[in-house]
């Protein structure tokens, strides 16, 4: 929907830049333009000035997440550079940018001094767009939509740094980043809805039979407040053959986001499920790090080097926050407002020891090997708690007298021991071809510790307060081992200078496993074995064919296969049987090809192949008891096709011409899946085609224009957030 304050902030915004654009060409006018012969010069110091908008039919909030900038476009200044020698030895440069309607920022400045070292200083925002939109229900053509649709997240950072080096000396650094990331965005984790084709019989839900009365999805609002600095100093000594290097750094987090949604929105009447804006998910995190790291680089001889390293990291950190959900409660048939984790504190400690050496071993001219081992330790320990609250057994109101309040504990313990040994070899004795080889093995041994949160204290509605001991199937004891190889093979052959080839073949076997200490008899996790793993095997296969010095192709294919596997026994024993949870199939196939017939002409043209599904080991939807769906619901694909074409001609001296197409689809979304499940997949169709010049007015002005239409259809939220239309963009390029 386009409103009066859009309009007029389309036109502002234009009228903007017209002055901006007036004010240049007059500059050109007055300045004496140095003689340049070629036709577009590149400037040292420059500013451009530009502005775009865009006339929009459809969802607007779905183009400025796609497009990121508002249907109303933008304007502003796009680039600024002002390079100025203060002395012979003294340079500062300044650069950045500021365009309104994107809110996108960026001011530098940066002082180099020749032999002594350097002072740069910044700060950067930009914004990124999202459309809250969700829940598309095919069956009854329905989408829900959060209240804001139009949400954005500001992202800001400032930063100081300088170095200090003088000849021969040690080198410091010291800087300083503070980040801020504020606003709202769609989230992942969506609120419930009522099935729009349930049963109901004097507003309430009854039965099961198809439709069932399955809970679908609406979106929720991540609202996000965080605040992030570090400080960070540095030295740099090289003595000899070695050189030292010392890091300290220092980091603060502040955190406090939350989730916002409407529960059971618009549910065809249903008494039991009242439309109520929820504040869900509240979290706050405050956490303060520490982090020491030095590193020594020895070169011992012609053949042999050393690289030593040595890390330590202290973090701790505070949570806390408030979940609250209204939940229904049947006999009473009455909703109230749960405290599902109310008041929660924790607090965690992490430390971490990291220490690594690596060999660079040449024993031949054309042989290289890489040896490294890497040696991690580290602990985490948290504790904390909450309280929520519930509705007493059999209670026929939802009066203060019948909420009891839990208050529950929780404590966890996890150390892990990693060691990493990796190989890596390069052979380059053969001509025109190069070999490489590369292996890591990461071997993570850990136990875990951990209390479920269990009720310590309840206190009725009528006062009566009960103490509960830690019961002990709450308590966990478990073995947690990682094991991760990786191997890589490949070559490289420049054959002529028509023909290269780029070859690699890829195997990752990556297994967690978790096993229950059968020491301690009675605890939770007694005998128990749990084992996800998977293994992917791929190559990277790369010709580029110039058969002329005017044509090129760059064919790319990369095909990947793996294996996802389970096992699990129950707590009383066994080793369980392993079982394929899913199986990952991919291909992709891309072609580039450019072409210049004549230094005046030339065209790009790009495809990319994508066929990619994972097919899980349960491929029926359960309905109810006696009723399911069948396949299609079997593989989750991820399947698309992408092209683009690219051609520019010169006009005449002055002018260059650019005409541009672009073309992305995806085809994976079923419908029907949303009988009895949430029918995952996207499919969609995006195109765009722009044309352009470029004209130099002068050695000192360079201006661009662009017209294009663009083009947006998603089936996956019913059409609802297509949108087609015209776009513009204009700049100049002033030379300082």
């Known amino acids: 929907m386009h409103t009066a304050s859009t309009s007029l902030s389309r036109i502002a915004g234009l009228v903007g830049l017209g002055a901006a654009l007036s004010l240049t060409v007059s500059l050109s ?70 365009l309104e309607g994107t809110d996108d920022y960026l001011a530098t400045l940066k002082i180099d001094e020749t032999n002594v070292g350097s002072f740069d200083m910044g700060y950067k925002r930009f914004r990124t767009f999202y459309d809250g939109v969700g829940g598309f229900f095919p069956e009854t053509d329905r989408l829900y939509r959060l209240t804001g649709e139009q949400l954005h997240v500001d992202r800001g950072t400032f930063w100081v740094g300088a170095t200090y080096a003088k000849p021969d000396q040690p080198v410091f650094t010291f800087s300083y980043k503070d980040d801020v990331r504020t606003g709202s965005k769609d989230s992942t984790e969506w609120a419930p809805v009522v099935n729009p084709l349930v049963t109901v019989v004097k507003n309430a839900l009854v039965g099961n039979a198809l439709p069932a009365n399955a809970v679908y999805i609406n979106p929720n609002t991540q609202i996000l407040d965080e605040h992030h600095r570090s400080v960070e100093a540095g030295v740099t000594a090289k003595i000899g053959r070695t050189t030292e290097t010392f890091k300290f750094t220092y980091d603060w987090v502040n955190n406090v986001d939350s989730r916002d949604y409407i529960k059971y929105p618009n549910s065809l009447g249903v008494l039991a499920d009242p439309t109520v804006e929820v504040t869900d998910d509240l979290e706050s995190r405050i956490s303060n790090s520490l982090r020491l790291l030095d590193q020594t680089e020895t070169t011992i001889n012609d053949k042999l080097a050393v690289d030593v390293g040595l890390m330590y990291t202290h973090q701790n950190s505070t949570n806390g926050g408030t979940w609250l959900t209204p939940t229904y409660a049947a006999v009473p048939n009455a909703v109230y407002v749960a405290e599902t984790a109310a008041a929660i504190y924790g607090t965690s400690t992490l430390y971490d020891y990291t220490g690594n050496i690596f060999l660079k071993y040449t024993p031949i001219k054309d042989l290289t090997a890489d040896l490294g081992f890497r040696d ?25 007298t019948n909420i009891n309040t839990n ?53 009725t509605g009528a006062g009566v307060t009960t103490n509960t001991a830690t019961p002990i199937g709450s308590v966990f004891f478990q073995d947690a081992n990682q094991d991760y190889e990786d191997l890589k093979v490949g070559a490289n052959w420049n054959a002529s200078s028509m023909f290269t080839v780029r070859a690699e073949v890829y195997r990752k076997d990556h297994q967690n496993r978790f096993v229950g200490s059968d020491d301690i008899i009675g605890t939770g996790s007694y005998g128990g074995l749990f084992v996800t793993g998977y ?30 596997s389970v096992t699990a026994a129950i707590p009383n024993g066994g080793l369980g049987s392993e079982i394929t949870s899913g199986k990952a199939r991919g291909q992709m196939l891309s072609e580039t090809v450019n072409w210049t017939p004549v230094s005046q002409f030339y065209v790009q043209g790009n495809v990319n192949l994508v066929y990619s599904y994972l097919q899980t080991g ?119």
């Open 29 to 98: 006018v007055a300045a004496d333009a140095p003689t340049n012969g070629d036709a577009f010069p590149t400037y040292e110091s420059y500013i451009k000035v530009t502005g775009q908008t865009a006339w929009i039919s459809g969802d607007d909030a779905s183009y400025a997440a796609r497009q990121s900038t508002p249907t109303w476009g933008s304007f502003g200044i796009e680039d600024f550079n002002f390079t100025k020698d203060l002395s012979d030895a003294t340079t500062l440069t300044v650069n950045g940018h500021a």
């Open 376 to 400: 991690e330790s580290n602990g985490v320990g948290s504790s904390g708690g909450f309280m929520n609250t519930t509705l007493a057994t059999g209670a026929k109101t939802v009066a203060l």
């Open 407 to 459: 208050y529950e504990l929780t404590y966890s313990h996890f150390l892990d021991h990693t060691e990493t040994p990796e190989l890596s070899l390069e052979y380059t004795g053969i001509r025109s071809l190069s070999l490489y080889g590369t292996f890591d093995d990461c071997i993570d041994r850990g136990t875990q510790h951990w209390v479920n949160p269990y009720i310590a204290t309840t206190v």
């Open 535 to 564: 293994t992917f095997t791929g190559v990277k296969l790369s010709i580029i064919f110039k058969p002329f010095a005017q044509l090129s192709f760059n064919t790319r294919y990369q095909p990947q296969y793996g294996d996802m």
């Open 618 to 736: 349960w491929p029926v939807v359960v309905v109810s008891a006696v009723t399911n769906i069948a396949s299609p619901v079997n593989n989750a694909d991820n399947n698309y096709v992408t092209g683009s074409a690219l051609c520019g001609f010169v006009l005449d001296k002055q002018t260059d011409a650019q005409l541009q197409w672009a073309f992305q689809r995806a085809d994976n979304y079923n419908p029907q899946v949303a009988q009895g499940g949430q029918p995952y997949g996207s499919s969609f169709e995006e195109s765009n085609v722009t044309v352009g010049l470029k004209h130099k007015f002068s050695d000192r002005l360079i201006g661009e224009g662009r017209v294009g239409y663009l083009r947006w259809t998603d089936p996956t939220a019913g059409g609802f957030t297509n949108y087609n239309g015209p776009l513009a963009y204009v700049s100049l390029t002033y030379s300082l």
